[in-house]
């Protein structure tokens, strides 16, 4: 009936939109049966699946990356009979493993590459699964959500150190992805059985390393379309189990809910509040919290420090390439408290030094790699690095931090 250049996208978001916003509204108003049903229908709708098999075969980079069965680059023709196809209950294939280095490290990251079929119908069950659980997740959860990015996560780390010093648990989950109690999180789901069958398939469809298959009993396959939100709804109520924490403290709840708060961007997460021993404790807490999930905290990134003053050689920390610290000035430059008092001190953030050099690097190999090229060239291939650099920190302290990490022979461009 159609041909895929005439299909009307603008119509099909505006559908699969107005179903999403069902299924949230529905979630607020806790009327569980109404939440299942509108999925249902946004499952089988034909605009769902032709959304969510656009994005997999032509928006997404992956899309020439091809999983076990070997297909990949779908034409137009394949892409409407894929449409047809999708189903849930089918048959999963198990994911084929690629191992990726991570950036300034000599440990390489796995990644399970499902198939396109797999991956279009991951896309369709993300797109009913995600209004349910934007409706729950909690506010200080920022990674891998709609409309939530690092620079809202470090909006709200400033909200909250830019008026008080504070200690700060800075904390990484070890292996997160891979790690994972599937039966815990498939309980937390709590979805119709239909869909929690087929998510449990993609769980334990196991990895192809070469010709070896290895089962999959722990974990989400990170480089799922579908994983970032699984491991969403994993780590939910790690800031909820915080501030429960708090309220057992000496003081009012209100207040002492307030003044303990965690900030999470997908695994890497925050804890701040202004005494130590509150820090110490929650670190316990977090800790009994992760293994009841199947998860750690990964011992080498993972330290307590104060965000003005020394502890344990270390002042401020370093969250999503940002580096975030105070610094003590005089009476007449700092600002004042809600009660009228003058702070003593101003909170920066700038790029973090890590980050400063890995750029500096990368733009030092892209210079090595272009020698017997035309200046044009290395010009078009160092702009767009250059530009994305320098946008992403442009709302922080990052005027000086940006010259040094750009080249002189830049400015001559």
């Not at 994911?95 to 440990?107: L, N, S």
């Not at 196991?206 to 699984?230: A, C, H, R, W, Y």
């Not at 975030?324 to 007449?332: A, E, L, S, T, V």
Request: net charge positive.
């Amino acid at each position: 009936m159609y041909e895929w250049k005439n299909i009307n996208w603008r119509q099909v978001e505006k559908y699969v939109f107005k179903l999403q916003k069902r299924i949230f509204r529905a979630t607020q108003q806790g009327d569980v049966k109404l939440v299942h049903r509108l999925q249902r229908l946004l499952q089988t709708s034909w605009s769902a699946k032709a959304l969510a098999v656009g994005r997999v075969t032509q928006d997404n980079q992956g899309k020439k990356t091809a999983g076990v069965d070997g297909v990949k680059s779908l034409s137009p023709a394949a892409r409407l009979k894929l449409i047809e196809q999708l189903d849930l209950g089918t048959k999963v294939k198990p994911t084929r493993r690629v191992w990726i280095p991570k950036p300034g490290t000599e440990e390489k990251r796995p990644l399970g590459i499902p198939t396109m079929y797999d991956r279009a119908l991951q896309a369709l069950t993300k797109l009913a699964l995600e209004p349910e659980w934007e409706a729950k997740f909690e506010p200080n959860s920022y990674g891998f959500r709609p409309g939530r990015c690092t620079h809202d996560a470090i909006g709200a780390i400033y909200s909250s150190i830019n008026k008080k010093p504070k200690y700060v648990l800075d904390a990484d989950i070890s292996k997160c992805f891979d790690k994972i109690n599937q039966e815990k999180l498939l309980a937390k789901l709590q979805t119709y059985p239909r869909l929690r069958r087929q998510i449990k398939a993609w769980l334990k469809s196991g990895v192809m390393d070469g010709k070896t298959l290895f089962p999959t009993n722990e974990g989400t396959p990170q480089g799922g379309v579908i994983s970032p939100l699984l491991a969403n709804i994993a780590l939910h109520g790690m800031e909820e189990t915080i501030k429960q924490y708090a309220e057992t403290l000496k003081g009012q709840k209100s207040k002492n809910r307030q003044a303990l708060s965690l900030i999470r961007y997908a695994d890497d997460f925050v804890i701040m509040h202004p005494k130590q021993e509150v820090i110490v404790q929650s670190q316990e807490v977090i800790k009994e919290w992760l293994a009841a999930m199947g998860l750690e905290l990964k011992p080498s990134k993972t330290r307590i420090t104060h965000t003005l003053n020394e502890y344990n050689g270390n002042v401020g920390f370093d969250f999503l390439g940002f580096n975030i610290r105070q610094f003590p000035i005089g009476k007449n430059q700092c600002g004042t408290n809600s009660q009228g008092q003058r702070l003593g001190f101003k909170t920066l953030i700038k790029p973090s030094a890590e980050k400063i050099k890995a750029h500096t690097r990368k733009i030092g190999e892209i210079v090595d790699k272009h020698k017997g090229s035309p200046q044009i060239a290395l010009i078009s291939r160092l702009n767009p690095i250059i530009r994305g650099w320098c946008n992403y920190y442009s709302t922080v302290v990052s005027k000086e931090d940006s010259h040094s990490a750009i080249p002189t022979f830049s400015k001559n461009f």
